[in-house]
């Protein structure tokens, strides 16, 4: 009946605000995983992270339960005192360090020795040094899985310059006015997209950067201060986005003020979101970055492997991977893939390494999901 206390706790718990599937409560050896989600769970890109993730815990018989923070620092945190209420706690729990708000997590779990992974957003340096290191000083933290953001906040801007002077033909007789703008000042993702921009700043010193503002990862914003810049004469050529959302919300006040996205200013975002993709075919933005939604499925197969005692994440906890750039010109070979985001249809167990003893890393690559869809491959009984 373990099964059945842990729904019965989660209900009781949330008052009944949140929907918890059924499940067979028969089966009781199924591994109860809490993802405390910083975003929100019916939208944007943290609702990919959590569609992907709950994809891939179907096909390997975990039982999932998602707490959403609808982007709020104190609900997130309400969110973590819900999880940690749970009696009988879960088996694992899934955290990210969104506005730096990890650590208490991670503490609270390995106090409660509740094993924990970290998705997205990893401790940073200054973190670790102070509270400790997965698979060292903190035994229950057990492995973190995050992109490479340096990567694409450089490529971000790359885009731009190439795309202003592929405009030109090559011509280009000014720098370009550069509005970036950046999701917050405290969360590591967006940081690290920051250092990828001053990189490419300092390699394309045409992209004349005029302001940096911190637009918390909204459209709303993004919108706001993107027509504050030009209704007060802000020069603007080129604006670089920490994400699809804000691209979005700079493009709606940069067509209100009659310029034409994608000839008259160049704008750059990342999520692979579904708008994000639309305004890549419309050649409205040069690339959407991403591919790490799906990190919410590479987590569960991270925890999968674990769970089947591969050796690497014992000796290796802290993964990384790539995310990659859309662009007009491979568009056609990704939307096959990505066009109906039905992530059921991807066969999650082939990235496992339990699946590929041969390999010796993760691929966790767009390349490689083409070869995981359609498969005859069975899903676990409930």
């Known amino acids: ?119 997205l957003n990893d401790l940073t340096d200054e973190q670790k040094q102070r509270f400790g290191r997965p698979g ?25 310059a190439i795309a202003a002077k592929d405009a030109h033909n090559g011509g280009l007789r000014k720098d370009l006015c550069l509005l970036s703008l950046a999701g917050d000042s405290m969360t590591p993702a967006s940081l690290q997209r920051l250092r990828g921009l001053d990189m490419a700043l300092e390699q394309y010193p045409l992209l004349r950067e005029q302001r940096r503002l911190v637009v918390n990862w909204s459209f709303e914003e993004a919108y706001r201060r993107t027509a504050e810049w ?24 940069i067509e209100e003020f009659g310029k034409v996205p994608g000839k008259d200013v160049f704008v750059g975002g990342l999520n692979w979101s579904a708008e994000g993709l639309e305004n890549v075919a419309s050649g409205k933005m040069t690339m959407t970055h991403g591919g790490h939604f799906l990190a ?29 750039a859309i662009t007009r010109d491979n568009f056609e070979t990704y939307k096959q893939v990505l066009g109906d985001r039905d992530w059921n249809k991807i066969d999650f167990s082939q990235f496992s390494l339990v699946s590929n003893p041969e390999q010796r890393d993760y691929r966790f690559r767009i390349e490689e999901l083409n070869s995981a869809q359609e498969r005859d491959w069975p899903i676990p009984s409930r």
Request: glycine share 8%.
């Open 296 to 324: 919410g499925a590479w987590i569960m197969v991270l925890l999968k492997d674990y769970l089947e005692g591969i050796e690497k994440l014992t000796t290796n906890p802290e993964i990384s991977f790539g995310m990659q």
């Open 136 to 160: 060292r000083e903190l035994g229950f933290w057990i492995a973190t899985l995050v992109p490479d953001n340096e990567r694409a906040g450089f490529e971000i801007a790359q885009s731009l």
């Open 1 to 119: 009946m373990k099964l059945v206390s842990w729904i019965a706790a989660l209900c009781a718990i949330l008052g009944g605000a949140m929907h918890v599937d059924a499940r067979d409560l028969n089966n009781v050896s199924e591994p109860r995983i809490a993802f405390i989600n910083p975003g929100y769970g019916d939208r944007g890109f943290w609702k990919d992270v959590r569609d992907t993730m709950q994809a891939a815990a179907d096909q390997f018989g975990f039982d999932l339960v998602v707490f959403d923070s609808d982007r709020d620092w104190k609900q997130m945190a309400e969110s973590a005192n819900r999880v940690f209420a749970i009696n009988p706690p879960p088996d694992y729990i899934i955290a990210v360090n969104e506005h730096q708000q990890g650590t208490r997590i991670v503490l609270e779990a390995q106090e409660r020795s509740i094993p924990v992974l970290m998705l």
């Open 230 to 253: 030009l209704a007060t004469g802000g020069c603007l050529d080129a604006v670089w986005a920490a994400n699809d959302s804000i691209a979005l919300g700079a493009i709606k006040a």
